[in-house]
């Protein structure tokens, strides 16, 4: 039976804090831009990707985490390449109550980042449960292929005919 639940939450004025900003935090960060959040991240090391988008939604701090970090947000990602320290934001944020993500860890998240998919106001995320990262990649970029498709041909044919319910 799949147990997590798609809440789909309006993070537009909540702050997310990500430690790490090596590939898998790059792509998560890029990823929650887009949603308008404030991003917060803390990185050893910075990538050369991200390191000209600093503004007032994205703080940049290239230094090692604190435990201290976790204060004042509302949503930890914990995506450093060291499973340990991963494993002690995991355990300060729970201490704290703080949603946290493990990316090194699916045993220790409380939410998953799933493979999200937009086309105008729609949004999909696709999840295998934790089960298998290739097979919800694989699937969520057929969704990505296919989805500006799908939209545009359903919105039409609402408008032609808003009760004609091709399935239930
Ligand atoms: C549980 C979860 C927790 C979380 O939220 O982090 C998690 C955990 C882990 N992923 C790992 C590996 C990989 N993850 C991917 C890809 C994606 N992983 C994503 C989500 C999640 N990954 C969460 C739910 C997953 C689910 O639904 O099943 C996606 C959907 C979203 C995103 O990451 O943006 C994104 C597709 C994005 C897209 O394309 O749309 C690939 C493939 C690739 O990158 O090409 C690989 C290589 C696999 C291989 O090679 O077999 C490892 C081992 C790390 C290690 O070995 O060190 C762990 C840790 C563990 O399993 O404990
Ligand atoms: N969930 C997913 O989709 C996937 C998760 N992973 C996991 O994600 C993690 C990160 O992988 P990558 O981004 O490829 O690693 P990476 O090596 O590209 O980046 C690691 C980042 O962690 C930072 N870091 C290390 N020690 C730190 C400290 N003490 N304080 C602050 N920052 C610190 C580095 O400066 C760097 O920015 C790995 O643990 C890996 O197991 C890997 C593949 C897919």
């Known amino acids: ?6 809440l789909f939450i309006d993070i537009s004025e909540k702050t997310f804090l990500v430690v790490g900003a090596g590939n898998i935090a790059v792509r998560r960060i890029l990823k929650l831009k887009e ?41 930890v990602i914990a995506a450093t390449n060291n499973k340990e320290l991963n494993e002690k934001i995991v ?20 939410f998953y980042f799933p493979g999200i998919v937009t086309e105008e106001e729609m949004v999909i995320g696709v999840t295998s449960s934790g089960s298998n990262h290739r097979l919800a990649r694989r699937v969520a970029s057929e969704i990505r292929y296919n989805i500006k498709e799908v939209v545009t041909r359903c919105k039409k044919e ?8 091709k399935f239930d």
């Open 91 to 110: 355990w300060d944020c729970n201490r704290a109550g703080i949603m946290v993500n493990d990316a090194s860890n699916y045993k220790n998240c409380d």
């Open 35 to 75: 949603f308008g959040c404030k991003i917060i991240v803390v990185a050893k090391t910075i990538a050369a990707t991200i390191m000209d988008q600093q503004d007032d939604r994205l703080i940049l701090k290239e230094r090692a985490y604190d435990s201290m970090d976790v204060e004042d947000v509302d949503y």
């Open 1 to 6: 039976m799949a147990k997590y639940f798609p």
């Open 158 to 165: 609402l408008e032609e005919d808003p009760n004609a319910e």
